[in-house]
Nanobody, 121 residues
Framework: QVQLVESGGGLVQSGGSLRLSCAAS????????MGWYRQVPGKQRELVAT???????NYADSVKGRFTISRDNAKNTVYLQMNSLKTEDTAVYYC???????????????WGQGTQVTVSS
């Protein structure tokens, strides 16, 4: 099974930026859609952004204009650039690989272990 390893989380002040990375352990990375979810304790996991194998992107309304998802197939890595961070962005962020080229809901192939993002006021 493919392994997804996230990095880049941490503590940042409101208005600041962070870039999350998710490295996949296989060379067929480019074939699959990728995404980022986030979860706050006691709440449902929330979809943040997705990117298809053809690099078509989609964002939750709450992050549009502030977050950017991208991928580097040569490095088997997907990124989430987060700008203008707000306290409500505080969550554990998870990288996900979908089962095909498109981000079909609930059709997951693998999940990362999660990385904590904390935004202070």
């Amino acid at each position: 099974q493919v392994q997804l390893v996230e990095s880049g989380g941490g503590l940042v002040q409101s208005g600041g930026s962070l870039r999350l990375s998710c490295a996949a352990s296989e060379i067929t990375f480019s074939m699959y859609a990728m995404g980022w979810y986030r979860q706050v304790p006691g709440k449902q996991r929330e979809l943040v952004a997705t990117i298809t194998s053809g690099e078509r992107t989609n964002y939750a309304d709450s992050v549009k204009g502030r977050f950017t998802i991208s991928r580097d197939n040569a490095k088997n890595t997907v990124y989430l650039q987060m700008n203008s961070l707000k306290t409500e962005d505080t969550a554990v962020y998870y990288c996900v690989q979908y089962s095909g080229s498109y981000a079909v809901e609930h059709s997951f192939r693998s999940w990362g272990q999660g990385t904590q993002v904390t935004v202070s006021s």
